[in-house]
């Protein structure tokens, strides 16, 4: 049985659980190419609807609820969000991504638990599967050689995603020429990535090179980031269309 079908049939799971105890049910966190298998089940056909959040807004890293009958249950996902803050931010290091999550593996965190970490200068949030909360606020006051305090955050506290608008011209709204324009890159380099299963849009893994994008519509990027497109501004005579953008930081 290969990685993808074990996935599978551990979603598959979750979904006739709920069913069949009539009783919300969540997952851990799943990574893009997990919510692209999700997504690919149909659990509707399980008699169950699906759910997804990660924490906030444009979340990468997502859970999801399958609730029975969506007229009596509503989704209360098991999640914290922990800010991680320098005791003394005058000599705080300048921490990365990799330094939390590593210190977080380090103390015995299953990637599975942890959501999205957001960075906010000297700040970090981590959503995290509730259980594992108390591990956190017990065992993380370093990182690196710098000391931290955590607390649980109240969803208002925790910061809207950071991003900059962009706008360029492409000969039409296809995945590989919007992608090549909101991260820089060459179509060349652009098209391996979306061969490669590495570019997902609102979450499914897409393939074609051709596909056409609608409004609204969220891609991510192994390894490069995500962004929204937008929608064309305008369209010159020669057929170039100008479009909008909105690369997350």
């Not at 509707?44 to 906030?56: D, P």
């Not at 324009?181 to 090179?209: C, D, E, M």
Request: glycine content about 6%; charged content about 25%.
């Amino acid at each position: 049985m290969n990685a993808d079908e074990v996935i599978r049939r551990h979603l598959t799971d979750l979904a006739h659980r709920a069913y069949s105890r009539n009783m919300a049910v969540y997952s851990d966190f799943l990574d893009l190419h997990e919510l692209h298998i999700l997504q690919c089940l149909s659990v509707e056909s399980f008699g169950v609807n699906l759910v997804l959040s990660g924490g906030y807004e444009a979340a990468e890293r997502q859970m999801a609820a399958f609730l029975p009958d969506a007229l009596i249950f509503e989704a209360s996902f098991p999640m914290d969000c922990v800010s991680i803050t320098p005791l003394q931010e005058k000599y705080a290091e300048s921490l990365t991504h990799r330094d939390y999550l590593g210190a977080l593996m380090h103390i015995g965190m299953e990637r599975s638990c942890l959501g999205d970490i957001l960075m906010d200068h000297t700040k970090a949030y981590v959503f995290c599967v509730r259980k594992m909360t108390p591990l956190i606020l017990s065992e993380i006051s370093r990182i690196r050689h710098t000391s931290v305090k955590t607390r649980i955050e109240l969803p208002e506290a925790i910061p809207a995603p950071k991003y900059k608008e962009l706008s360029g011209t492409v000969s039409s709204v296809r995945l590989d020429s919007v992608t090549a324009l909101a991260f820089g890159l060459s179509r060349s380099k652009t098209v391996p990535y979306i061969a490669g299963g590495a570019v997902y849009v609102n979450g499914r893994q897409i393939l074609s090179n051709g596909y056409t994008l609608r409004e609204g519509d969220r891609i991510s990027v192994r390894g490069e980031g995500k962004c929204q497109y937008l929608g064309v501004q305008n369209q010159s005579k020669k057929g170039k269309q100008r479009i909008r953008l909105l690369r997350y930081i």
